[in-house]
Nanobody, 119 residues
Framework: QVHLVESGGGLVQPGGSLRLSCAASGSLFSIDSMGWYRQAPGKQRELVAA???????LYADSVKGRFTISRDNAKNTLYLQMNSLKPEDTAVYYC?????????????WGQGTQVTVSS
């Protein structure tokens, strides 16, 4: 099993910044790709950004140029730097990881962290 814990959410004014973190823990695991998803009230969960173990990145069009995804493989930690935040970025943000544990592939999710952009 891989355990993912997000942190860094909160309330921020439009135009502000937040940095989300996602720490992965467990035993005998290796992580391939990781990503951030978000779900706003009444909407489906959507991909925000993803990054492979080699550092290749993918962004949703709505966040390109404002958000930056990164990871520290040595620390098994994923980050999302969010700048120029807009009210429409308000959502619960979830960390996701594709990982191998004891040779078995799995798809893991964190509990989520709330991001609210409001004046």
């Amino acid at each position: 099993q891989v355990h993912l814990v997000e942190s860094g959410g909160g309330l921020v004014q439009p135009g502000g910044s937040l940095r989300l973190s996602c720490a992965a823990s467990g035993s005998l695991f290796s992580i391939d790709s990781m990503g951030w998803y978000r779900q706003a009230p009444g909407k489906q969960r959507e991909l925000v950004a993803a990054i492979t173990s080699g550092g290749s990145t993918l962004y949703a069009d709505s966040v390109k140029g404002r958000f930056t995804i990164s990871r520290d493989n040595a620390k098994n930690t994923l980050y999302l730097q969010m700048n120029s935040l807009k009210p429409e970025d308000t959502a619960v943000y979830y960390c996701n990881a594709d990982a191998m544990t004891r040779g078995v592939p799995g798809d893991y999710w964190g509990q989520g962290t709330q991001v609210t952009v409001s004046s």
